[in-house]
């Protein structure tokens, strides 16, 4: 046993400040989470009175009754829609996440139609591109319920266009891998959109309600001058009977629904065995995990008290903890399952990357998955350490971080700046799964340190040329620095990029880490029948 002790003084002036703080973070978050929900259920009323459900309604529906859903990317596009922290929706017009349809694990997709129609909102493309990029990974059927009124004509971009036809390579990747991708289409799918049902395995129409068609009745008549109604173009009762590209046909959004359940349930696909695990939780209260984070990411913090109040009997066995020990590196389980994790009490140094590099290795050798928990301004700079070669063995951390053969899974959990970020598996090198405290900045440094960089060398320059720049001048060069670095780093900016797969409330760590090395576990023993294309022979 290897016990972590609390060295955690939870009635200290410190403990409760951080507290506060996180909890008017997470306060910030749940409100936003909210607005959303609420912007899209104030359709309510128009889309019940044409015998529809709510989007949100109709992925309860669709997942098992009880079970856990893991939403993912709530913040997606927020301040993109509007520039007014009082009126952006976030989410991206998109409803995503992980969760169970008979039985089995799947990543669920719906549009909002509820916001916009359907339409997709800022970093919705993004947010489509990376959880289809997740079920590929994680070998996950992929269920889509389909309502959009496709791109915003009005905010039209050619690259969104272009980059758009991604959704539907990744429709065709995941079927020609094995994972069947079950569509419902409640309603339109229009134009382009309408590859989104046409590259499905098993597509399920609505009544009087679907709608797929390459050109709506007002550009084709545009287009060719032929006059046709929205049911004689694309409706279900002509698709399901004549085009042959629906192949069921339900009589409502619950009809529908039942008959997707239906298909997932007769699927000959692996469930995940019930099992009774036996392990025991961690002795320290993950309540308390609010108040160790500090607010100011240049206060120091012992890791090994966050990771004591999520692991398994707050068991940490620490790897070399005497050379390099800013850098913190062990073994743990969670809910039984074995991980390794990798975490910061400061800089990365020369021993502490040459000790990160070295348990990398030795968790790829076990098959135990790694998790990253950034907390780090980032390595080691000046004369000494150049010359101890920061840089090489920087490198070689980099290195074993992107030839890393197990699952990886990254947290921010404080700072994550400069090439810290990489060495601890930032975003950028394409993590399994990557999460946000909302205390977390991310950035290539401090604006404190951008803005002083930046002076000094306007400074210097400004010698050079005999014109020395007047000091108020650079003040407020530095000034505007900053506001740019602080506008960007915290999680509400990061997050509405899509730069994590979402923010989650420091006390929900145990359960979504849980959840998530369960999904990759399964997916390491799953072996979809991939589909099997062959060349004709004369």
């Known amino acids: 046993m290897a016990t972590i002790e609390n060295t955690i003084a939870t009635g200290s002036e410190a403990f409760k400040a951080n507290r506060s703080g996180m909890l008017a973070l997470i306060a910030r978050m749940r409100a936003l989470e ?42 997606a596009g927020y301040m993109f829609d509007v520039a007014d922290a ?30 916009d129609a359907g339409a997709l909102q800022p970093f919705g493309l993004d947010k489509t591109l990376r959880v289809q990029e997740l079920a590929l990974e994680n070998k996950l059927p992929y269920v889509q319920l389909v309502e959009s009124a496709g791109a915003n004509l009005l905010r039209y971009r050619v690259e969104d266009f272009v980059r758009g036809g991604n959704i539907f390579r990744n429709l065709a990747r995941l079927s020609a891998a094995g994972l069947p991708v079950v569509t419902v289409t409640h309603g339109s799918s229009t134009a382009g959109g309408a590859y989104q049902t046409g590259l499905s395995d098993y597509i399920v129409m609505v009544r009087g309600r679907t709608r797929a068609f390459l050109a709506g009745p007002p550009l084709l008549k545009a287009a060719t001058g032929e006059i046709a109604t929205e049911e004689e173009l694309g409706g279900a009762e002509m698709h399901t009977s004549i085009s042959g590209l629906g192949d069921y046909l339900a009589e409502d ?18 469930r995940p065995p ?10 320290y209260d993950a309540e308390e995990l609010l108040g160790i984070m500090p ?14 109040r999520f692991v398994d009997d707050s068991d940490f066995t620490e790897f070399s903890p005497n050379y390099g020990p800013a850098t913190v ?8 399952q074995a991980i390794g994790i990798i975490t910061n009490n400061g800089p990365l140094d020369v021993p502490g990357a040459n000790k990160a590099t070295h348990f ?21 700079v000046g004369r000494a350490y150049e010359e101890d070669g920061m840089i090489k063995h920087g490198s070689k951390m980099i290195q074993a971080v992107t030839s890393a053969t197990v699952p990886q899974v990254t947290l921010y959990c404080g700072a994550s700046f400069g090439a810290g970020n990489y060495g601890m598996c930032g975003r950028g090198f394409h993590p399994r799964f990557c999460f946000s405290w909302p205390n977390a900045k991310t950035a290539v440094m401090g604006g404190e340190q951008a803005a002083e960089t930046m002076a000094i060398v306007t400074e210097a320059a400004a010698i050079r040329r005999g014109k020395p720049i007047p000091k108020e001048k650079l003040e407020a060069m530095k000034a505007e620095i900053v506001g740019v670095f602080d506008g960007q780093m915290d999680v509400f900016s990061t997050s509405a990029r899509v730069l994590d797969d979402g923010v989650i409330d420091p006390r929900d760590t145990r359960g979504v880490l849980a959840e998530v090395l369960a999904i990759c576990r399964e997916a390491g023993t799953r072996n979809p029948q991939a589909m099997q294309f062959s060349v004709a022979r004369p």
């Open 34 to 75: 909210e607005r959303t929900r609420a912007a899209s259920a104030a359709a309510k009323d128009r889309f019940h009175k044409r015998g529809q459900l709510l989007p949100r309604e109709r992925v309860a529906l669709v997942l098992d009754p009880g079970s856990p859903f893991l939403e993912l990317s709530t913040l």
């Open 86 to 115: 009082d009126r952006s929706v976030p989410g991206g017009g998109v409803i995503a996440g992980i969760g169970f349809v008979s039985g089995i694990r799947c990543m669920v997709s719906a549009n909002d139609a509820g916001i």
């Open 253 to 270: 959004d619950r009809d529908a629904l039942r008959i997707a359940r239906e298909i997932m349930a007769k699927l000959a696909w692996d």
């Open 274 to 283: 019930a099992g009774n695990p036996t392990f025991r939780p961690p002795r």
């Open 295 to 308: 607010m100011d990411h240049k206060r120091p913090v012992d890791m090994r008290q966050a990771i004591a």
């Open 329 to 336: 590196c062990g073994h743990a389980r969670i809910e039984g």
């Open 360 to 380: 990398i290795q030795a968790c790829c050798q076990t098959r135990t998955p790694l998790l990253y928990m950034n907390n780090t301004t980032g390595y080691m």
